[in-house]
């Protein structure tokens, strides 16, 4: 099998883009220049990857041998003929190939997958562009216009089914627009936190900032034309089902009035994180300084020469904290329980030139390039966040777990020349327990700084002043919650009836759903980054949302083919899968004693993170299965 390509390429360049190269990718990119899958015998072999580290851990010597071979054998291909056929393997091809860019054997279970995510041979293999229905008298309407909104709308308009999306904000974005504080960035690597579907070759840095995220999502709703069905400043207020109707009757409110109107299909892509969370404390409404949640950062500067708190050292104030230490005149950090951090230097690098060029101009390298970042941070890790019921340790769950906290340990101490940060930086929890945040150093430099104060406790009186500790009134002009978010009201502030009462009254901070996609107790209804969606192991939200959409996309072919007005889960389909989940969460790091998180709820158990592996969640969200629901 053959792609017709034409390409151009200056030699120089070529050259000097293949030292910045992926040097396993390179070596595998051989096949599509050679048709030979025997070179990859013959080439230096790289040892087995892990998650962050791109080069195969190959030598100087190694990687000329590789430099070498591949400038001679691309520069022989294009000049070959005008023509310039370039080999697509078969798939026990691709495969190989998989095998040598990771250095290990990538089980047979996970080609049909990996295959759908690199898309290598430029086809969307997704069911739903399969689909033959393309029109139908069902309307839907897409609450929210971030990463998981734009994605419904892209998929949506691709089936031909009419649908709107509301928006409360003035843009697109959802997490990526409203989170505009100093250092807010990616943690998940940009070259595999974007849509299968839509490259972008020129990040400027491997995890890029906010501005830049949004960037991306703006331009993909506009390349797909969503605008067009959008409405910004509207927000959904309520919704309630009629059994007689079958059609949702919602209620919205924009700038200028109320909104009453009926739907077919409601699609929620609100997520997790979008209401932010200010704990209850004694007096704060007597403060007199700046008071604020990170998601809400205001336009005018209140840092710079300031005496400023952050509550908080999660994920948000752990990038805040570097951010905006050197301007205050002093910083204090209010810290519950320290985060574990997972060393990676290049936290903060930009992509350089010649990254850039080998993404945009050589064939099929950015998509085995997100393979080689996908696949070590994938299912990998999974098997070592479960507690063996006999290990004696306290601090770590089983041997594995005990190993990588010797490990971060020992990055973490390197780091340290206080020895009074000791006691306060080094958790006690097993690691994992909680969302693992990136060290380059920025955290624990910024602590070291003489105005930057960490103490070790939570708020829980304020004064017009500040904020009393156990031991002092410590006066402030600015205070930041870096508290997080109300992961566990669902749907939250939005009231959802389907029929049997507003969804967090029956449940509170105990949902129940199938795949975190659907209720038995919402007809007609779906949810992206739904309950115990969160991935808090491996992957990335935008490999999710693009399963569940796949799935979504397939429930609506069935109804519109079948001509079919309402359908819900089985109660008992529903059960099962959260006997099974609450099953495998139990098992889990997430719900150790040791670790107290925003996965859990008020009981302590997991509602809102995934404990299964991705190639579980895929194959059941491959298709909707009619045998699961009532019509």
Known sequence: MHNKITLNINKQTLSDA???????????LMVHFTGDISILNKLPQPSQAVLGETQGFFSKEDKKIIKEFAFNEIEKFFERSHKNDLYLPSDDELNIMMNYIVGEVVSPDYVPMMLQEIN?????????????YRHSDLEVLIIGAGMSGILAGIRLAELGIKFKIYEKNIRVGGTWYENKYPGSRVDIANHFYSYSFEENHYWSEHFSQQPELLEYFEKCFYKYGIEKNT???????????????????????NKHNKIQEKTNIIISCVGQLNQPNIPKINGIDDFQGNIFHSSQWPDNDVISDQKVAVVGSGAS???????????????TIFQRSPPWMFPNPIYHEAVDQGKKWLLANLPFYSRWYRFLLFYPGSDQLLDSLFIDPSWKESHSINQDN????ELFTEAMMSQISDESLIEKV???????????????GAWLRALHLPKVNLLSEGVTDMSSKGIISSDQEIELDTIIFATGFKAQEFFCPMKIDGGYGDFNKIYEDSPKSYLGITFSTMPNFFAMY??????????????????????ICSAIEYLANNNLKKFKVKRDVEQEYQDRFETRHQQMVWEHEKVSSWYQNSSGKVVTTSPWKLLEYWNWTKKFNSDDYEF
């Open 317 to 331: 104030a752990f990038q805040i904290v570097p951010s905006i230490a050197e301007s205050c005149k002093e910083l």
């Open 120 to 132: 290598i041979n430029r086809t969307d293999t997704q069911e739903l562009n399969n689909l033959k």
């Open 426 to 440: 080094i958790p006690k929890y097993p690691p994992f327990g909680k969302r693992m945040l990136q060290d380059n």
């Open 402 to 405: 005990d190993a990588m906290r």
């Open 530 to 551: 739904g309950p115990g969606t969160n991935l808090a192991h491996a992957g990335s939200i935008i490999f999710n949302s693009e399963c569940q959409i796949n799935y």
């Open 231 to 253: 409405y910004f400043e509207t927000e959904v207020i309520s919704a309630s089902f009629d059994e007689l109707t079958e059609l949702w009757s919602v209620t919205s409110q």
């Open 18 to 28: 293949l030292d910045s190269a992926s040097f396993p990718v390179i070596a595998a």
